[in-house]
Structures are given as structure tokens and as C-alpha cells.
């Protein structure tokens, strides 16, 4: 018969063990979630730019869903968006951004449980780099990583030509690690077919541009998903997605803002929402080309445009919510954004003594550019300028001759443009040279001082540093007021009431962090 104390130590022992047990379990990759059930539909307007589940064939953003179900980065974004590590559990940047050493996490395996090792790294990186497979940040990579250099299994240096501080951002959305020994056996046209990553979910099935099914791995090193499993369908009629979510055939779907107020008025749907993913402003084409004369030459004419555009009231009841007015070049997400800053307030008559200052005392006639997703919200600004004596005569040219005369710079007058694409992009920099630098086919003109102020925050690695520099850039942008903004723009969604729980990640425009998303019991 065992004694009291006996008894007690016993009864100690057994409760370390079980606490031990319990950390243990909770401690082991995935092991704190349950077991992945249940279905989503998740329905999108356009097709994959993206071959199979190729994630290097990826030519534009669309592919950013099947890649984020597939396949994990060396970094990740969760919807708060910051950056996490993932297949690298840390890295350091050399202080002249001569390298970047990453340090591989050990648990992480592709989903037939092969381990991750910096050999698949390194082929990955390269992989990306080759322009038959015409990824779409292939050539940004080329141009900056040197080399690949691999350590240990689990140890890599990129060799950098100059500063990079987009990196970690591409491999976090869209330059995926694959497994090599598995590409390489099956080619590339058959591992697009049978595409295999180190993400949280793996493939069963797809037919190109139509759906995409994948499911749950039960183990994952990082996170383990909620659901079980994920349909991906491209539906391009904006009222067949809306009849297929209210019929309880989809669970997420994209919407255009006119069917927003359908939403909230069916107690059975819900909003999400894909917010700050990019700004749009009023674009002065008429300054890259200073020999013409043109009103919008003069500060002062610019600024009249900026206080004569209602934008609280154009986001409100033409975007009806999708927009909302803005300060500066940064979003919340960036370090050095200042969250108290205003954007200018509607003041007619301050645009119109503006316009006398410069000599327009009874205004000008102009033309006022824009693609035709936004012809109506255009078309409301031109309204709210003609109040002021700015009188825009509307252009909408189709969408791709639209891009093309952006991209070739044969527009003039001013327009509704977007840009900076902000997309989620953790460093300003990689945002921002959307915008400001000179390479960028969106730019359409810029000025030394902002090329300086993009180039010098490019160079920060620090976020002390880069706050500072963003800060600084933003400053510049402001005072010159060579653009002035209009808004940042938020994607809606269409939630079906099955969905507890599912946030994008910050700025990404389609549809990500599937692994987070809960159903209702």
C-alpha cells in the first residue's frame, strides 16, 4: 500500500507528464489545430494567369491563389500583413546588401514528405530566372541576384548585384520554392499538370482556367488548414458569381461595388474585404512634356484640381465604399506612414482662387483620361471639377489601348491613374517603384527628386531607416504635388453566411490565406 507522500509524488509525476504530453502536442507542427473538414467555393472573375499550378509560368497576379495554396515561401504573409518566416525561419541582409543568408526551417516538406533543402531552393530561385517559363518577376530577379550559393542543407546566401529589398516579398507571394528532384523527373509541362509545393494544401485536380481543386495536408509544418477542402472556379459574369453565392453554391466570390448594397441587404451574406491595395490619383500626363504649353504646368493650377474634387462624396456614393480618400504616397502598412495625416478636404472656392492666381479666373477646357473599369467614377470628377471652372471632357479609350498609351506615353492633359501599386508590399520601396521610378512603365513621369528619395529608401534595411526614408519621399511627393491622389481602393468580396471567419491579407488583391479561413460548426 503506498503512502501519503507516495501517493502525492505520484500524483505530481503523473501531472508533469501529462503537461509535459499536452506541450508537447501543442508544440508539434500543426498539431494545435484539428483536424481540416469541411468544403469552400471560392469564385474569381478572370482567369489564372498561371500554366497548371506552375507557379514560375505565373505572368501576372491572378496566379496568386493557387500559388499561396500550394506553395510556401522563404517568408509569409498572415492577414495582418507582416512578413513571418516560413521555409527560411530567419535571414539576415548584409549591411551593403551584397547578400541576403537564409536560414531553412528543418520541419518544412514538400507534400509528399521530401524535405526542404537549400538544393530546392536554389533551383527554385534560378528556375524563376528562365524566360521560357516567363514568370513574371523573372527578369527583376535576374537583374538583381548574382548567384545562389548553398551553405548546408539547410543554410543559403543570394549573392546580390544591388540592393533587393523586394525579395522576401516576391518569395512571400509569388516566387515559390519547388521541389527539384520532382521537377526534374517529370519535366516542366508534366509538373504543371502535377504540381507539388511545401504549402498547406495539395493538389487533386484542375482543368485550365475553369477550376482548381486542392486539399488540407493533415501535417504542415506552419499551419495546418482550417477546411478541408478549396475549389477554385473563374467565372467571368459578375451576376452568374453573385446567383451562385445566394444559391449557396460559393463561399467566396469577387463582386463589382454595384452589387455591394445586394449584399448587405441579404442577411445570409456578408462583406470581406481586400483593403489598401492600391492608390489612384490624378495623373498630370501633360508634365512629361514640358515644352507644351499646358495650365497644369503651374502648382497652382494642380493644387485647384486637388481641392476641387469631392472625394469623400464620390467614394461614398459612387464607389460606395470601395475607395476612401487619402494623404500621401504609403499605405498603413508601410514604415513611416503617418496615421493622422488628412488628404486635402473639398473647397470649391479655394480651387477657384487658385485658378485666378494663375491667371484662369474663368477656368480652362481639358481632357480627362481613364481605363473603363473606373469610367464612372471619372466621369464624377470631371463633374465635381466642373464646379470649380476646370472644364474635362471625358476620354475613355478601350482597356488595352488605354495601357498601351500609358505604357508608350501618348497621353496628355491629365487622367485618373493608378499607381502606386501598394499590393501588399512590406518594404515602400518595392511599392513605390511603380510610381516613381523611371523604368517602371507606369510611371509616366517623375522628377530627380523623387528618383533620389525611391533610390536612397531602396537602399534602407532597417525599419528605423526605411521609416525615415519613406518619410521623406512621401514629403517630397506632397510639396510638389506633381500628382495629386484621389484614393486608396479596397477589393470587395461576397462571404457566405457557412464563413466565421476569413480576412486577406492586407493589399493583396485576390484571394489568399485560405489556411486561416473557419467555418461555422
Not at 124 to 132: G, L
Not at 466 to 492: E, G, M, T
Request: some cysteine; proline content about 7%.
Amino acid at each position: 500500500m503506498l503512502s501519503i507522500g507516495t501517493k502525492k509524488r505520484q500524483s505530481l509525476f503523473l501531472i508533469s507528464a501529462l503537461t509535459c504530453f499536452l506541450v508537447f502536442i501543442l508544440l508539434a507542427p500543426g498539431a494545435a489545430n484539428a483536424a481540416p473538414k469541411g468544403k469552400i467555393v471560392v469564385v474569381g472573375p478572370t482567369a489564372s494567369e498561371i500554366t497548371g499550378g506552375d507557379p514560375h509560368t505565373n505572368t501576372g497576379a491572378t496566379g496568386t491563389t493557387i500559388t499561396s495554396l500550394l506553395y510556401d515561401g522563404l517568408a509569409h504573409k498572415k492577414p495582418d500583413g507582416k512578413l513571418y518566416p516560413a521555409l527560411a525561419k530567419s535571414w539576415k541582409i548584409a549591411a551593403n546588401w551584397s547578400n541576403i543568408r537564409l536560414f531553412l526551417d528543418e520541419r518544412a516538406t514538400f507534400a509528399d514528405g521530401t524535405p526542404v533543402t537549400a538544393a530546392d531552393v536554389k533551383f527554385s530561385i534560378e528556375r524563376a530566372m528562365r524566360p521560357e517559363l516567363k514568370f513574371v518577376f523573372g527578369g527583376e530577379v535576374k537583374r538583381n541576384v548574382k548567384s545562389v550559393e548553398i551553405v548546408n542543407d539547410h543554410e543559403v546566401i543570394v549573392h546580390l548585384n544591388n540592393a533587393y529589398p523586394a525579395f522576401l516579398d516576391r518569395t512571400a507571394k509569388i516566387l515559390a520554392t519547388v521541389p527539384k528532384a520532382y521537377v526534374e523527373k517529370l519535366g516542366d509541362a508534366e509538373f504543371a499538370n502535377n504540381p507539388m509545393g511545401a504549402g498547406p494544401f495539395k493538389f487533386v485536380k484542375f482543368k485550365q482556367d475553369v477550376i482548381f481543386h486542392v486539399v488540407a495536408r493533415d501535417e504542415h509544418y506552419r499551419k495546418v488548414s482550417n477546411v478541408r477542402e478549396v475549389i477554385l472556379m473563374n467565372v467571368a459574369e459578375a451576376a452568374t458569381r453573385l446567383a451562385m453565392l445566394q444559391a449557396g453554391e460559393a463561399d467566396i466570390i469577387g463582386i463589382v461595388a454595384q452589387q455591394i448594397p445586394v449584399i448587405k441587404k441579404n442577411p445570409k451574406l456578408r462583406l470581406g474585404w481586400s483593403r489598401y491595395t492600391y492608390l489612384r490619383n490624378i495623373n498630370f500626363y501633360a508634365l512629361a512634356d514640358p515644352k507644351t504649353p499646358s495650365p497644369f504646368h503651374d502648382k497652382r493650377v494642380r493644387m485647384a484640381v486637388a481641392y476641387g474634387i469631392d472625394r469623400e462624396g464620390i467614394s461614398k456614393h459612387v464607389n460606395l465604399g470601395t475607395t476612401e480618400p487619402w494623404s500621401g504616397c504609403l499605405a498603413p502598412y508601410h514604415a513611416g506612414f503617418d496615421p493622422d495625416a488628412k488628404p486635402l478636404p473639398y473647397d470649391p472656392e479655394k480651387a477657384k482662387a487658385l485658378l485666378k492666381a494663375a491667371g484662369y479666373p474663368n477656368g480652362f477646357d481639358t481632357e480627362l483620361y481613364s481605363d473603363p473599369p473606373v469610367k464612372t467614377s471619372t466621369e464624377a470628377i470631371a463633374a465635381s471639377l466642373k464646379k470649380v471652372g476646370i472644364r474635362a471632357k471625358v476620354v475613355i479609350p478601350e482597356h488595352g489601348t488605354w495601357t498601351r498609351m500609358v505604357r508608350e506615353k501618348k497621353l496628355g492633359h491629365m487622367g485618373s491613374h493608378p499607381t502606386p501599386w501598394w499590393a501588399g508590399r512590406t518594404h515602400p520601396s518595392t511599392a513605390l517603384q511603380s510610381t516613381f521610378a523611371p523604368s517602371s512603365p507606369w510611371t509616366y513621369v517623375t522628377t530627380p527628386e523623387l528618383v533620389a528619395a525611391l533610390n536612397h529608401l531602396n537602399e534602407q534595411i532597417e525599419d528605423a531607416d526605411i521609416a525615415q526614408a519613406a518619410r521623406a519621399l512621401n514629403k517630397i511627393y506632397l510639396d510638389l504635388a506633381y500628382r495629386v491622389n484621389l484614393w486608396a481602393v479596397h477589393i470587395p468580396y461576397g462571404l457566405s453566411g457557412r464563413i466565421k471567419y476569413w480576412e486577406n491579407v492586407a493589399g493583396r488583391i485576390f484571394v489568399v490565406a485560405l489556411e486561416y479561413l473557419t467555418l461555422k460548426e
